[in-house]
């Protein structure tokens, strides 16, 4: 299964390496031939893996966060957020690399109640200050148990940050919402009430993999 947000991307790779493939038909030279037909089917063969798309179960609990996103656990600290969620909190970062799934998924139950685009700069997105310098999407929601943030961040490589959430809209843990497109990374702040279970170089999965339990 491939995500809809990538259509585009894979029909533009489609079409090129059909184009490659007709080439190399009026090209004598073999080895130019050979290169050009191995050209299409890296170029075809990479954009399909990246826009896959499987389906994932959310854990049936509603006291647990989920990552929003595939991929290695780059930070786990004690931040102060005053956007959203109000004071001192705890910060879970995901580092996605050009391999991981990169479709993110909504990471807890609630309402979507606050959205906020930033532009910024594209420093490496396993750097500390990324969430604070680099192009970002970020999202609050209020759940039963209080308000949650989480930022879409692009890296050095991912100019396209996706997300198809409104103001107001009710949402579901491990729903699809957007992604972003070709290595990046993603923030999610909680209360401190909220405690992590993952630990820094942790693998994750977007959906299924908690994050964060809140405390009895």
Do not use: C
């Not at 080439?23 to 031939?33: C, M, R, V, Y």
């Not at 595939?70 to 930070?75: K, M």
């Not at 994750?204 to 009895?216: H, M, P, Q």
Request: charged content about 25%; proline content about 4%.
């Amino acid at each position: 299964m491939f995500t809809k947000y990538g259509y585009t991307t894979i029909g533009i790779a489609a079409i090129l390496s059909f184009l490659l493939i007709v080439l190399s038909i009026f090209i004598n030279n073999t080895g130019i031939k050979i290169a050009l037909i191995v050209l299409s089917v890296i170029l075809i063969s990479f954009t399909l893996y990246f826009f896959r798309d499987p389906e994932r179960t959310p854990p049936n609990r509603d006291d647990i966060i989920v990552a929003p996103a595939d991929g290695r656990i780059l930070f786990v600290k004690e931040v102060v957020d005053d956007k959203f969620v109000g004071g001192r909190a705890n910060q879970i970062s995901i580092f996605m690399s050009p391999l991981n799934v990169h479709v993110n998924r909504i990471p807890i139950d609630g309402k979507v109640d606050y959205l906020e685009y930033i532009e910024g700069r594209y420093i490496a997105a396993f750097e500390d200050k990324a969430s604070e310098l680099n192009e970002r999407m970020e999202t609050g929601i209020t759940s039963k148990h209080g308000k949650i943030l989480f930022t879409q961040v692009a890296g050095f490589i991912a100019r396209r940050i996706v997300n198809q959430l409104k103001l107001g809209e009710e949402v579901k843990m491990g729903e699809r919402f957007g992604m972003i497109k070709f290595g990046s990374r993603v923030d999610v702040i909680a209360p401190l009430n909220w405690k992590p279970v993952v630990k820094k170089d942790d693998k994750v999965a977007a959906g299924e993999s908690i994050l964060f339990e809140l405390e009895k």
